[in-house]
């Protein structure tokens, strides 16, 4: 029996590997949810998990999630609207609703489903979608996958997002989609300004707010609360800063009912366990009763940001936990994960295509579970790095 030849398949490797952007995949033990985990058998820092509060390990999660899992067993056993649907989703729809101050909400077995999902069942072939152009790869292919015209603004530049604004008038519908905080370069989109333009051009206004919930906002609420700014729909994940997964909408009862009858991956996906659904319900409750979290969080990511600008590094982002460190080529920025990894501190390189072309960087991120020996240990060693490599 013949079979097709993957030789096309090897050049498209090799390509790959000639152009530096090869990737493999690292063992890591016992998990990022630490902020000292073993790559491949050496210890590290953690400094690249978005595990951002720490909570991914929390004993009061893992405690509920096999309280509920003994009863309810690993799997859920079928979509949500077959099998899959327990009071534990339910519970949950209800806390987020709560927790972000919206009518309702639909929980999704992870954030990219619940992007997907909401813009491809949101806009149709008569609207337009005016997209920033850092968007998350998750927005971009719910965008490909609507039948709507996309519009792509510069990152965060309002005079473009308005002329797109004024130039698409004739459009049935206008939705303006961004990442609350930016997952590449850790800077919040101007949220205020959307709004005034979304208001004058008669828009509605969809945000992601996966690098946002548990990390701005008052107790965490994300970037509507941060700014005092109502949207339209408000998507996310339990994945980053709440520390378990899945995904999420807020937004209106009718938003959410449409949803439930119309967006593809929460209708055709499996839905995910009850043990992980009470897990997330108690991550809530910790992020809105235990502020500390959030202060001891910026008050690190305000220790490492003035250091590390101090040495001379270019540094982008906003009290964020995201720290992109720009070193500028894909073969440079290897070097310095590698350097950095053997000094014990562990932080990838990010190199396009999940970056422009020039602006591979070191994606450092700070979660509220290191100490400030852990940001001086960090610091140090980027600065021995950064002058070996010329860097700073």
């Known amino acids: 029996m013949l079979r097709l030849t993957h030789k096309w398949l090897e050049q498209e490797v090799d390509a790959i590997k000639n152009q530096g952007l090869y990737r493999q995949l690292r063992t890591i033990s016992p998990s990022s949810r630490s902020k000292k985990s073993y790559i491949d058998g050496k210890e590290n820092i953690m ?86 152009q850092f968007n998350h790869a998750s927005i971009i292919d719910g965008c490909r996958l609507s039948k709507a015209k996309t519009s792509v603004y510069r990152h965060t530049d309002m005079e473009d997002l308005e002329v797109k604004l004024i130039h698409n008038q004739h459009f049935r519908r206008r939705f303006i989609v961004t990442d609350g905080v930016f997952s590449m370069d850790g800077n919040i989109a101007p949220l205020r300004e959307i709004k005034v333009l979304a208001e004058k051009y008669d828009a509605y206004i969809i945000v992601d707010d996966a690098h946002a919930t548990g990390v701005i906002g008052k ?22 800063a709440i520390g378990t997964e899945g995904g999420f909408v807020a937004g209106s009862r009718p938003l959410i009912d449409y949803l439930r009858n119309r967006a593809r991956s929460f209708i055709f996906q499996t839905a995910l366990p009850p043990g992980i659904m009470a897990a997330t319900i108690k991550a809530i409750d910790i992020i809105e009763s235990t502020p500390e979290l959030q202060s001891h969080l910026q008050h690190l990511i305000h220790l490492i940001r003035t250091e590390l600008l101090d040495y001379g590094f270019d540094i982008r982002g906003e009290h964020t936990p995201i720290l992109p460190v720009i070193i500028g080529e894909s073969e440079k920025s290897m070097y310095f994960s590698k350097a950095l990894e053997k000094e014990g501190i562990f932080a990838p390189a990010i190199r396009p295509p999940s970056v422009p072309n020039g602006e591979s960087r070191i994606r450092m991120t700070i979660m509220a579970a290191h100490t400030e020996q852990d940001i001086q240990q960090i610091c140090k060693t980027f600065y021995n790095v950064g002058k070996k490599l010329e860097v700073i």
Do not use: C
């Not at 991914?56 to 067993?73: C, F, H, P, Q, S």
């Not at 979509?79 to 639909?106: C, D, P, Y």
């Not at 965490?220 to 339209?232: I, K, L, M």
């Open 47 to 132: 400094a690249s998990s978005n595990n951002y509060l720490g909570l991914a390990g929390d004993k009061r999660l893992t405690d509920e999630a096999v309280t509920i899992m003994k009863e309810y067993g690993v799997g859920s056993t079928g979509s949500r609207l077959t099998t899959g649907n327990t009071i534990w989703h339910e519970k949950l729809e209800q806390r987020i609703a709560e927790f972000k101050n919206e009518e309702a909400a639909l929980v999704f077995s992870s954030g990219y489903l619940a992007n997907i999902g909401v813009i491809s069942s949101l806009a149709g072939s008569e609207d337009i979608i005016l997209s920033d």
């Open 219 to 240: 107790n965490g609420r994300g970037t509507a609360d941060h700014f005092d700014v109502p949207v339209d729909v408000t998507v996310g994940t339990f994945s980053k």
